[in-house]
């Protein structure tokens, strides 16, 4: 079933701000096995509003639309859309009374600004909602239209709750998709292409996609069918294959991150960790506790970005921080071993490097990185570099470095490069 | 001067991928003048590329087109435009040789995938390159078409060395556009419409919007003439007028971010900080060295996720822990002492809290958190309740912790809640 988006605000055509929500609804349709013929966004603006309208009347059975149904004075997509297709505005009572309810919930008065939300095109059944938000549908001829606010949370709440089982409702026997996502990090895209070389004749019934996420690279894969197992059985079949050429370099599949992949074999393993972290300041840390009950394995860390810090905190010596540099392969074996006694963890993780844009050397360029795992009586370290800006260069260090529990505690070699 | 943006991929119709190439396009040709009227996303389709094309071509003077231009066997945006603007492929010379040069330079063989990368339409130009791209220009009538990879780096490099350059070459005398954002945190959007009330008058050659990027929200501000300094000169009065009514609420102007203002003024009064991070798990500190220069003042921290590492690391005393808790105004303030004096800095800040989703009690439910700042010889604390995810929870965190370091120094008083 053929469906598009059109999201609407100046905001977005200028650039201003990212259009995050055509691309949460875009992924929720598609895991419905719905399809997203196109995603038109266009700025307040009657013309172009009123083209992307009737454009997508004549292409699609459902039109999600997005933005300016809010309070302020740029709001203005419920006037457009009344003009468009010729639909007076006039007050929704319903729509009134469930603002003023959520208003006097919120302790909030029930301001002119607020109550200009439930004016609305006629014929328009509002959506039901425990946000303070105004969605509404329309039917014309057989397109089902929806309009939603452009605020991310309420967009999201009204479209998996009221959006997505209307849509479903109008339908029968959607043929299923079934999606997946491996992830490998290490290998770019020409060695994904060239391993990929050795599984021709064994993958034919799947559509793959291939997606640079720096630093990370995603392979997905799309298999169609109207039986759920067969789809299963496939998808698992492919993996296999898909793995048996790449190896340790995939690391997840589908919204798995590093950080869960990692924790996860923590936890199994009943293992502790602590981290020392240099030129990341506290992005290896973020990650790790990003991961609900990440508490049970991640005891803490401490941020050294002063050398006294490393000294004082994790006994690095003074002496190595002398001859060696706090960038050294020395200082990223001591700090890791001075975090692991320190919080008295299983395992240690300690990186240090020059993250830029100041403080590169001939020997030592920016993006020069050091990282040093203490696990059990042994501690192992190792350098790279990493290209790109301060940002880029943090983050490509802290998914080595949670690469680095990963094959540690698999058993795979450590990249050598990347 | 009015253009487009297509992007193509399937990726980014069935909501796998978040297409940030259109948003950094129409930022950048926004901010030269130009005027962006429609950025339209569809799949690696015949049919609905074409559609896309021929509709650009009948309404916009440039149209830029990202996406399909890579090596893998999706790449395929090259076959469509051949077939639907009747230009034959053929190989292109110059681009053969620029992707030959660069393969070499990384030591990389040129593989068939590579080269099927200069099989362009006939009448292309080949936009030149220090990136592994291949990014071509066309001229359809008197339409300009570039056509960009999808990978973003080598995208924003293609399109601010070649696309804008020859795009501003063609016209003269645009009007000048002046933007800027204020960006506020504290209040919201209904909050920022009643001030807006009392502007009446005085704002009238300037348009707004009012965006909110939680936990923040964002006011832009747009003025349009032919004098640079009459533009300028505007966008100073109104800023003034708005923040006569907004006070302490708008913390930052354009690109800066929390924790650049925060780090400012700490680098201006030459003041040292270190931070105590629990619910956080590291990303205060995570945010204060994205700031390049940041360890001129920001001399490490401690992330503390467990109570002995709260004792060890910080002395946080048992009897604290045992008594109030982990969680607790309390801890907070011997947190911020205890780091403020480990890691010998002029303020010492910390946070503890409940992320989620596990942990909440009836008195301390999921989003309460904790704030604790130690300055001279005082500490200050306060609580809040946060809501959302756990990521959410932690970002709000992180931001009111370096709203208090703003606040704090400019002896602004702290948010009571939010």
Known sequence: MYGEIITIGNELTSGRTLD???????????????????ITCVGDNFKMVTRALKEALGSSRFVIVTGGLGPTDDDITNEIVAKALDRPLSLNKEMSEQLKRLSKARGLEMTPSVEKMALMPEGSKILKSRHFSCGFSLKEKDVCLYFLPGVSSQMRHLLDTSVLPDILSHYENLPLIGQRVLKTYGLGEPGITEAFKKLEGKTDEVVFGFYPHSPENHITMSVQSNDESEILNTLDRIEGEIRGVLGAYVFATDNDRMEDIAGRILDHRHLTISVAESCTGGLIGNRLTNVPGSSGYFKGGVIVYSNEAKEDLLNVRHDTLKT???????????MAMGVRERLQTDLGLAVTGIAGPAGGTKEKPVGTVYIGLASGGQVFSGNYRFWGSREQIKANTSTMALDWIRRHLNEYPFLSGI
């Open 20 to 38: 995050s929500n055509s691309y949460y609804a875009a992924g929720r349709l598609t895991a419905s096995g719905l399809q997203v013929i196109r």
């Open 324 to 334: 060696q540099g706090a960038v050294s392969d020395l200082t990223a074996r001591e």
